[in-house]
């Protein structure tokens, strides 16, 4: 199991964060920006972009692509709905259920929890705590939950 943390500013679209791992490293950043469409590039350690979350344009609903070495391998959409948020998550058939709107969520698929994500704000801090069950979901969980803060965000017009 790896345990990713993200502490960050209330969030923007021009943000970059950092995310560490439990000893306090760094071990990926991302970095933020607005050029047609919201765009998310992730660097691991060694400053290698690893992967990019941009946003579809011409959609009803917030939606980004998961581009990762130059191909997309999944989409996350915003689901309509009056009460609670609801995401669609194109990608190995994981969903989403908890308490998303407090960041107390969990993503699974048919057969496993795949990852655990909970949130506190400290004064103007977030802060998650990501707990990946199997490393090689690592990066591929820290986008999901990268691109549901962007949806949250592009929604509350930051």
Not at 16 to 31: A, E, H, L, P, T
Not at 43 to 62: F, G, I, S, T, W
Not at 132 to 140: A, C, K, R, S, Y
Request: aromatic share 12%; net charge negative; with cysteine.
């Amino acid at each position: 199991m790896k345990e990713l943390i993200i502490k960050e500013k209330i969030m923007s679209f021009l943000d970059s964060y950092d995310v560490y791992d439990k000893n306090g490293d760094v071990i990926y950043r991302i970095k933020g920006s607005i050029s047609l469409g919201h765009c998310f590039k992730v660097y691991n350690k060694h400053d290698e972009e690893v992967a990019v979350l941009k946003e579809e344009l011409l959609k009803l609903l917030p939606s980004f692509k998961i581009i990762v070495n130059d191909e997309c391998i999944g989409h996350i959409k915003k689901e309509l709905t009056f009460l609670r948020p609801k995401f669609n998550i194109e990608f190995k058939g994981w969903k989403v259920k908890g308490n998303i709107w407090e960041w107390d969520y969990s993503i699974y698929d048919e057969r496993n929890t795949i990852a655990e994500i909970s949130k506190k704000i400290i004064s103007f801090t977030d802060t998650y705590t990501i707990k990946v069950f199997n490393d090689e979901d690592e990066l591929n969980v820290l986008l999901i939950v990268a691109a549901i803060d962007a949806i949250k965000c592009s929604q509350s017009g930051n």
